[in-house]
């Protein structure tokens, strides 16, 4: 099971971005689904995060300015990223709480995305 992110780079002040997590493998079921970001020097902090059944969590600094939304029938989760600010600029990274088949069992895991770059700069 892979969660592969997509969709950083660089964009002005006050842009938008939209990051895309897909994930593949052999899934069973999809759980919480979340986007991470770590900026140079700082710790790992969650940015937003969508449980299976729809309800949603975002971290004060992006209240209003980000969208988190998935498309379970793709396994696919998307970070919409509005008025984008400096403090911003970090390492985006997706996970997801995956269950898993194998040998009829299931096994749940916790899988990390590779992480996508996200620079605001003027």
């Known amino acids: 099971v892979q969660l592969q992110a997509s969709g950083g780079g660089l964009v002005q002040p006050g842009g938008s971005l939209k990051l895309s997590c897909a994930a593949s493998?052999?899934?069973?079921?999809?759980?919480?689904m979340g986007w991470y970001r770590q900026a140079p020097g700082k710790q790992r902090e969650l940015v937003a995060a969508m449980t299976g059944g729809g309800s949603t969590n975002y971290a004060d600094s992006v209240k209003g300015r980000f969208t988190i939304s998935r498309d379970n029938a793709k396994n696919t989760m998307f970070l919409q990223m509005n008025s984008l600010k400096p403090e911003d600029t970090a390492v985006y990274y997706c996970n997801g709480d995956i269950s898993t088949v194998v040998a009829d069992q299931i096994h749940e895991l916790d899988v990390w995305g590779q992480g996508t770059l996200v620079t605001v700069s003027s």
């Open positions: 493998g052999s899934i069973f079921s999809i759980n919480t």
